[in-house]
């Protein structure tokens, strides 16, 4: 069984950074596509950015030019480098991998708060 847990999390100002990190473990024999998804309360699930086994990057308009995703292959492991924080970035976070072939696996997501 896989298993993603995230990290990074937390409370900042506006303006600020945060680096979110997710590793996945278990039998892992190959990872595709790994990203990150947000809820806000009230919300719908959306997709904040994802990134390929090759390391081909894809962004929400919402996002492009403050976040870069990026990826360790020898570390399953995806990172979500989050600067110029809005409050609308408040939600939580989720991250996925696509992991032998087996569709996609989640993690429980970490909460970020971007206070005004």
């Known amino acids: 069984q896989v298993q993603l847990v995230e990290s990074g999390g937390g409370l900042v100002q506006a303006g600020g950074s945060l680096r979110l990190s997710c590793a996945a473990s278990g039998i892992i024999f190959r990872i595709d596509d790994m990203g990150w998804y947000r809820q806000a309360p009230g919300k719908q699930r959306e997709l904040v950015a994802a990134?390929?086994?090759?390391?081909?990057?894809n962004y929400a308009d919402s996002v492009k030019g403050r976040f870069t995703i990026s990826r360790d292959n020898a570390k399953n492991t995806v990172y979500l480098q989050m600067n110029s924080l809005k409050p609308e970035d408040t939600a939580v976070y989720y991250c996925y991998a696509e992991v032998n072939f087996r569709g996609a696996s989640w993690g429980r997501g970490t909460q970020v708060t971007v206070s005004s």
């Open positions: 990134i390929t086994r090759g390391d081909s990057p």
